[in-house]
C-alpha cells in the first residue's frame, strides 16, 4: 500500500515538475507547482512529517504560490507570444549539463549516501507531529527561529520598498 | 516499506529539473519557480533523512527553508516588478544592467 503511494505520488511530482518547466503560459505552470507541492506533501506525510506536510499545503501553496499568480497577473504575462524561446546550441548544451549534474547526484545517492537506510526509524513518527516539531523547535532551535523573525522582517520592508511606486 | 535511496532519487530527479528549467526558459518568474523546484527537491532530501535516522534536525531545517522561501520570493517578486517597471521585460537575457 505504502509502496502504490509512493509511486503514484512520486509519478505525480515528476510529470508536474516537466510540465512546470515546459509550459508557455506562466500561470500554467504555477498549477503544475501547486500541483508538485500537493504531491510532495503527500510524501512528506507518508514520511510521518505531519507538520511539515501541512505547512507545505499553507505556506508553499497556499501562500507563496498567490504570491507568484498575483505578480503574473499584475505584470499582465496571459500571452508569452513576445517572449520568443528558441532552441539554440546554448540552451542544448545547458540541459546536456544540467543531465550530466542528475546523473552524477543519482551516482552519489547510490553509492554512498542511502545505503544501510532500508526501513524508517521508529522515533520517526513521534518527531514529525506538531508536538514533536514544536519540542524541537523551542528548545534546541530557539535562537534560529527567533532569527527567522528578524528575517521576515527584513523581508516585508524590503518588498515594499522594492514594490514602491517612485524611489526616492 | 520503501529504501530512502527511493526518495533520495526523486528528489534528484526534481531538482534536476529544476535546473533545466533555469538554465533553459528565458521568463524570469518561471526561473523563479523553478528555484523554488529545487528548494523542494532538497527539502524532501532532508525530510527523507530526518524520517529515516529518526532525528528532528532536518525537519527545523526544511521549516527554516520554507520561512526562507517565503522571504525569498516576496522580495524576489518585488524586484521582478520593479524591473518590469523600468525595463517593461521579464526575459533575463534583456536584463543585464548589471553586466559590465
Known amino acids: 500500500m505504502e509502496r502504490i503511494l509512493f509511486f503514484v505520488l512520486a509519478a505525480v511530482a515528476l510529470v508536474s515538475g516537466v510540465l512546470l518547466v515546459t509550459r508557455r503560459n506562466p500561470v500554467l505552470s504555477v498549477i503544475y507547482l501547486v500541483v508538485n507541492f500537493f504531491a510532495l506533501a503527500g510524501l512528506y506525510l507518508l514520511l510521518s512529517a505531519q507538520f511539515i506536510a501541512a505547512i507545505q499545503i499553507i505556506v508553499y501553496a497556499g501562500a507563496i504560490m498567490v504570491l507568484f499568480l498575483f505578480v503574473i497577473m499584475l505584470l499582465n504575462l496571459g500571452d508569452e507570444e513576445k517572449l520568443a524561446e528558441h532552441v539554440n546550441a546554448r540552451r542544448i548544451a545547458g540541459v546536456a549539463l544540467a543531465v550530466a549534474l542528475g546523473v552524477e547526484i543519482v551516482a552519489v545517492f547510490l553509492v554512498k549516501a542511502g545505503s544501510g537506510l532500508a526501513v524508517k526509524s521508529p522515533a520517526a513518527a513521534a518527531i514529525g507531529t506538531a508536538e514533536g516539531v514544536g519540542r524541537a523547535l523551542f528548545t534546541r532551535f530557539l535562537l534560529p527561529f527567533e532569527v527567522t523573525s528578524l528575517l521576515l522582517l527584513a523581508a516585508i520592508v524590503g518588498a515594499i520598498l522594492l514594490a514602491k511606486k517612485k524611489m526616492d | ?100
Open chain 2, 1 to 100: 516499506m520503501i529504501p530512502l535511496d527511493y526518495y533520495l532519487i526523486l528528489s534528484a530527479l526534481l531538482f534536476t529539473f529544476g535546473v533545466i528549467g533555469v538554465v533553459i526558459r528565458r521568463n524570469v518568474i518561471i526561473v523563479f519557480m523553478s528555484i523554488e523546484l529545487m528548494l523542494n527537491s532538497v527539502n524532501l532530501t532532508l525530510v527523507g533523512y530526518s524520517a529515516y535516522l529518526g532525528d528532528p534536525t532536518g525537519q527545523m531545517l526544511v521549516f527554516f527553508v520554507i520561512a526562507v522561501a517565503a522571504a525569498e520570493a516576496a522580495v524576489g517578486l518585488g524586484i521582478v516588478i520593479a524591473l518590469f517597471r523600468l525595463r517593461r521585460t521579464v526575459n533575463v537575457d534583456e536584463i543585464n544592467i548589471l553586466k559590465w
